[in-house]
C-alpha cells in the first residue's frame, strides 16, 4: 500500500522501461542501497501522468523512456551520505567517478543529502531506441559524475548533442524543470509534495 498520491508508474503507462540501478550492484556505490526492496518505479500521480504523455510522443517515432531511478526513500539518501564518509570504499570510481575525488561528490552538486527524488516528483531517465533496443547515446553514462554529464557540456559529438536536447526539449514541454549537473535528471513543476522528504521503502 503505497501513502496518497504515489503510483506504480507500471499501472499508469506499462510500456516505459525501467531499469532501477540502485536495486542492483551497478551503480556508483556497488551494491544495492538502502530502502530499494524491489525493482519497481514510484512517483507521484502527477509525475505519472506526465511521463505517459511524453511516453505517447515517444512511442509515435519507435522511441520510449527509460528509468534508472524515480521515488527515493531518505533511508537510501542516507545510504549514501554514510557511504561517502568511509573515503578509502572506492569500489565504483573508475566506472562512475574517475576524476572527481569521492570527497567532493556532494558539494559538486552530483548526489544531494536532501534529494528531490524523495518527494516522488523527480526522475533519472533516457531514451530508447525500440528498433535496436539500445539507449541513445547522451555523451555520458547514466551518473557518471563529472563535467561530461552537465548538460551543455560542449565537448561531445553532434549526434549525442541532439539527443541530451530531445530528452531535454520534451521533458520541459511536458512539465519538468531540468538540473544544471546532470542531463538525465528532471523535477516536475507544481509538485505534490515540495516540501515532504518520503521515507517509505520501495517494495
Ligand atoms: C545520484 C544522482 N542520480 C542524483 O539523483 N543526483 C541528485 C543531485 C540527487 O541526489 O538528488
Ligand atoms: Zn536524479
Redesign the pocket.
Known sequence: QLPKGFVYLSNIDATIKSELRYFSNNNFIGKPIDGYNNNCVIVTLETAKKLEKIQKILIKKNLSLKIF?AYRPQQAVNHFVKWAKVLNDTLMKKEYYPKIPKSQLFNL????SK???TRGS?V?LTIIDLKTGKELDMGSPY?FFGEQSHPYFSDISKKQKENRFYLRKIMLANGFRP?D??WW?FTLNNEPFPKTYFNFPIE
Open positions: 531511478d552538486g552530483y548526489i544531494a534529494s528531490g527524488h523527480t533519472d551518473d538540473y549537473n546532470e535528471h
